[in-house]
T-cell receptor
Framework: AQSVSQHNHHVILSEAASLELGCNYSYGGTVNLFWYVQYPGQHLQLLLKYFSGDPLVKGIKGFEAEFIKSKFSFNLRKPSVQWSDTAEYFCAVNLRYSSASKIIFGSGTRLSIRP | EAGVTQFPSHSVIEKGQTVTLRCDPISGHDNLYWYRRVMGKEIKFLLHFVKESKQDESGMPNNRFLAERTGGTYSTLKVQPAELEDSGVYFC?????????????FGPGTRLLVL
């Protein structure tokens, strides 16, 4: 069955630290990969996505992710985090088949930034 | 452009009662999705509408859940009768088409608590 694994449930960092959140997926077909973010009290927002081309994708707010097909990974990175990055981050894969579509989410990683 | 909206934002009901959640997708989006996050678990797919047709309802937990999208605009998700394990956050999402790179835009969610 298709699945998405996020390695860390809760990450605590100080401001200016570098961030890497791990994500691995299990799916043999063509994948569209996403990172969504949910800031406190807000709804899920798209951070970045990969569907083809350059495997290093850049998103909003200085985030980037690298698709490594051989490792089935799509890790999220940011060189220097800010307090405002405190949020929950979800890695996801979009499965499209015939005329239907659905997103499979990882369990989420809660990121807490110490000011 | 207005985003995906959901109503109500919160609902507290007693076991055995009925609750109806509403989702208004982004105008012009034919695809509408329902997802659910039960406490501490990952966000899970419930079903996918294309206009008024159910394309995939494989994620619906049981026959106590009924989703409709009459006229292909807004959608409702009714839970009848509600059980304790139905508590969670119900998200709605919409997208314009199913081409590669499809992005689903999420609403703020409805927090349902069944007592």
């Amino acid at each position: 069955a298709q699945s998405v694994s996020q390695h860390n449930h809760h990450v605590i960092l100080s401001e200016a630290a570098s961030l890497e959140l791990g994500c691995n997926y299990s799916y043999g077909g063509t994948v569209n990969l996403f990172w969504y973010v949910q800031y406190p009290g807000q709804h899920l927002q798209l951070l970045l996505k990969y569907f083809s081309g350059d495997p290093l994708v850049k998103g909003i707010k200085g985030f980037e992710a690298e698709f490594i097909k051989s490792k089935f990974s799509f890790n999220l990175r940011k060189p220097s985090v800010q307090w405002s990055d405190t949020a929950e981050y979800f890695c996801a894969v979009n499965l499209r088949y015939s005329s239907a579509s659905k997103i499979i989410f990882g369990s989420g990683t809660r990121l807490s930034i110490r000011p | 452009e207005a985003g995906v909206t959901q109503f109500p934002s919160h609902s507290v009901i007693e076991k055995g009662q009925t609750v109806t959640l509403r989702c208004d997708p982004i105008s012009g989006h034919d695809n509408l999705y329902w997802y659910r996050r039960v406490m501490g678990k990952e966000i899970k797919f419930l079903l996918h509408f294309v206009k008024e047709s159910k394309q995939d309802e494989s994620g619906m937990p049981n026959n106590r859940f009924l989703a409709e999208r009459t006229g292909g605009t807004y959608s409702t998700l009714k839970v009848q009768p509600a059980e304790l394990e139905d508590s969670g956050v119900y998200f709605c999402a919409s997208s314009q088409d199913l081409q590669e790179g499809e992005t689903q835009y999420f609403g703020p969610g409805t927090r349902l608590l069944v007592l």
